[in-house]
């Protein structure tokens, strides 16, 4: 398992960020990333990155000299985290996920401009896909045959300022294949596909939208959730997660099934009909997506000063990992025996 350690030998200024390699049978920890870090050379692992054939593709924010600052692309070998290559790339704002189908990964550069690299021949096609000037990406997801990108406005021009966007893209050819304008808002979109029906959450509002005809099937504003996080389905169940929210929708016709208006979440992860809720108090609730009913808790064992801090929880081969006051746990899933 790899996950971002920070260290703190000397206080803040000598903060030892990098990325390290855990077994996960023994927790011991098999190497870092960089090697070797010199003091005040700050290293940023602020995205996921993408695995495929024991290599791991990344983003991250590189201080090689005081107060001069990179975003280069890395290729690592998992196994023995070795530098495989690494590329020289462009990102401005926060740096977003490297997300992928096989060999072929995607990374957005300069806002605007998703790139495409191959992992096994670290040759960067660049222009993939450039959207508009004014447009920049706030989010985008991989889809069998697509990219889908929310996007916002970010013109001068008052009158046009954070109107928002849904593009989809073709995944073979990088062509802009439907593009719909879904409201104002400054707060960014997030969107998914489902059953080849569009959903896409921009500030208070969730929405269904027929890829196909462009029409929206149905529309939902919930004063109550705001900043959404994550969209999970389970059968029928659309459920949308919210920093201060929860609620379930009936994802063909957006009646609501569930709204829990004081329940919110940072980071939720999917396993079938469960839900992994890290909740505002640090800690981590087991959410069954169909009725929104709170199964379970964890509770970070050195609750006294931290709880759970992030990032997701993970699951691989059927086991929970979660990150809290330095430390990685591994716990059973649900539903526990």
């Known amino acids: 398992m790899v996950v971002p350690t920070t260290i703190y030998d000397e206080g803040f200024m000598a903060e030892d960020n990098r990325l390290c390699g855990i077994d996960i049978m023994t927790g011991d920890v098999k190497w870092f990333f960089p090697s ?26 590189a201080n090689q000299r005081e107060d001069i600052f990179t975003r280069p692309i ?24 490297v997300i992928g189908s096989n060999n072929d990964c995607y990374f957005v550069q300069d806002s605007c401009r998703v790139c495409k690299v191959n992992m096994d021949s670290d ?7 450039t959207g508009d000037d004014l447009l920049q990406i706030n989010d985008f997801v991989l889809y069998d ?14 009158e046009y300022k954070f ?43 969730m929405m269904a939208i027929d890829i196909e005809t462009g029409n929206i099937i149905w529309e939902r504003y919930d004063i109550c959730a705001y900043a959404c996080q994550d969209v999970l389905f389970y059968n029928d169940i659309l459920m949308k997660c919210a920093v201060n929210a929860t609620i379930g929708y ?10 829990f208006d004081d329940y919110g979440s940072y980071y939720v992860t999917q396993q079938g009909r469960y839900a992994y809720f890290l909740n505002r108090k640090d800690k981590v609730d087991i959410i069954e ?27 691989y081969d059927n086991k929970l990992y979660i990150i809290g006051n330095n430390t990685l746990y591994r716990y059973p899933t649900y539903p526990w025996n």
């Open 250 to 259: 009936d994802k063909n016709t957006g009646d609501v099934k569930y709204l």
């Open 123 to 129: 040759h960067i096609s660049e222009f993939y896909y």
């Open 74 to 97: 890395v290729c690592l070998d998992v196994m023995t985290g070795k530098l495989i290559w690494q590329k020289d790339s462009r990102s401005s704002g926060a740096i977003k996920p």
């Open 145 to 158: 045959n697509c990219l889908v990108l929310s996007c916002f406005s970010d013109s001068i021009v008052e």
């Open 163 to 205: 109107e928002t966007y849904v593009i989809i893209v073709d995944k073979t050819t990088g062509n802009e294949i439907f593009r719909k304008y879904i409201g104002r808002s400054p707060v960014g979109a997030h969107s998914y596909i489902n059953d080849n029906t569009l959903y896409s959450n921009v500030d208070r509002t």
């Open 289 to 315: 997506i169909e009725t929104g009913k709170k199964l379970g808790q964890i509770i970070c064992p050195n609750n006294n000063r931290y709880g759970f801090l992030g990032p997701y929880p993970t699951i």
């Open 36 to 61: 070797d870090l010199e003091k005040r050379h700050y290293c940023d692992f602020d995205s996921k990155g993408y695995l495929h054939n024991n290599k791991l593709i990344f983003q991250y924010e």
